[in-house]
């Protein structure tokens, strides 16, 4: 790890941290603990040599890419190779390709059959989605991990988009075979959309959205007007109906860091500071991946002097997750007394259920006869 990291307080663990704006995975070696990586990169990254150097190398075991455009055609897959990154890419007709890089050390990766290309398919994402099945080395259980990049466009149209995300998590956590809550979901990337679990920050926006036609159309609900309209978190709620948003259930130290804007401020539509870039888990994901004593997760976005400079987003990280694990088998049911199929009768025949211990001086009854109160022994 980088040594600019100050330690993580507490017991000498020799885990290193800082803050940062991206989702990123980082694991300490023998320690089952992970970094997940989120970082749109801006039209294919300024210099991946250094990107690579200064970020996805030293802080990543996993990482969405939004905005890869061009990386299969110059040899990124090359330099994520020489990196120790495996690396799947979508090509989307929009060119701003989505990837996710999966450190070979730490995880195995296999793309998953939920992965589309936007705009041309049935799915009716802007850009699309890629689907990667990841199986950390450390751990037992499969996590099913989709890469997006929603529509900068229109929020109805990004509604939608939510939509066929969320039906995709309801078939992924019904389709792998497994047991249901053994289907751990990851939706992660920049999903263009303001969230109403980050309302009271949103109070200065509409001063600024209202004036411009592209803003509004981007964060409005449909209809509004020059001078009157309001953020339309419709996009954002449909998601949270299925998911958690870890930012803000799962770190409770501080307030998520706006993704956007950055020093690099060539997009007008960053008007403002705010988050656009998510991690979201479904209950099992949370399950898998939190750490068991729920100490030690940090969400936040990496500022630093690279990143202020690198991207118009600061990447998303997610510090401290677990080594996916599956939870202990529920105990088996009690067992039937009366279920001779699972098990010896509990009483020998002609003997009476309710029996007390026998007394040595009562006369032993023959079958098909009861001892009465008097001791003598009668045909029942």
């Known amino acids: 790890l980088p040594p600019s990291l100050p330690p993580r307080g507490g017991g000498g663990s020799g885990m ?30 300024h210099g991946t ?15 969405v890419v939004n905005e890869a455009n061009g990386w299969r055609k110059t040899g990124v897959v090359e330099v994520a190779a020489r990196y120790g990154f495996a690396l799947e890419l979508l090509a989307t007709p929009t060119s701003y390709d989505i990837g996710v890089l999966a450190k070979r050390s730490a995880v195995t990766m296999a793309r998953g059959a939920e992965t589309s290309a936007g705009r041309q398919s049935a799915s009716h994402l802007h850009h699309g989605v890629l689907h990667c099945e990841l199986s950390p080395v450390s751990g037992e259980a499969m996590v099913h991990l989709l890469a997006t990049h929603l529509t900068p466009h229109s929020t109805a149209r990004r509604r939608e988009e939510a ?54 159309a981007k964060f409005l609900v449909p209809g509004h007007t020059e001078s009157q309209g309001e953020i339309d978190y419709m996009p954002m709620r449909i998601l949270l109906n299925d998911l958690v948003d870890v930012a803000v259930a799962h770190d409770k130290r501080r307030k998520p860091h706006p993704t956007v804007p950055t020093a690099l401020h060539v997009d007008k539509l960053h008007a403002a500071p705010m988050r656009l ?65 699972s098990q010896k009768p509990l009483h020998n025949k002609g003997h009476h259920h309710h029996h007390r211990p026998r007394d040595p001086s009562l006369p032993d009854c023959q079958p098909n006869h009861r001892l009465d109160p008097d001791g003598s022994c009668r045909p029942s």
């Not at 066929?164 to 998590?169: D, F, K, P, S, T």
């Not at 949103?202 to 209202?210: C, D, F, G, I």
Request: hydrophobic content about 40%; overall charge neutral; aromatic content about 6%.
């Open 49 to 63: 040599e250094e990107l690579f150097a200064k970020f996805f190398g030293p802080r990543c075991d996993v990482a």
């Open 163 to 216: 939509r066929r995300l969320a039906a995709m998590v309801r078939r992924l956590e019904s389709s792998d075979g497994e047991s249901t809550r053994h289907r751990a979901v990851i939706l992660a990337g920049d999903m263009n959309t303001l969230s109403p679990l980050d309302k009271e920050d949103h109070a200065h926006l509409l001063p600024v959205l209202l004036p411009n036609q592209r803003l509004r």
């Open 16 to 45: 290193r941290r800082r803050v940062v704006a991206g989702l990123v995975l980082w694991a300490r070696p023998g320690s089952g603990f992970f970094t997940l990586c989120s970082y749109n990169i801006h039209e294919g990254g």
């Open 277 to 341: 870039d998510y991690i979201l888990f479904n209950d099992a994901a949370a399950a898998h991946l939190l750490s068991p004593t729920g100490d030690i997760l940090e969400v936040n976005a990496l500022r630093d002097a690279y990143t202020d400079s690198a991207s118009d987003h600061y990447p998303l990280v997610v510090t401290g997750l677990a080594a996916p694990r599956r939870p202990p088998d529920p105990p088996s049911p009690p067992r039937d007394p009366l279920d001779k199929r």
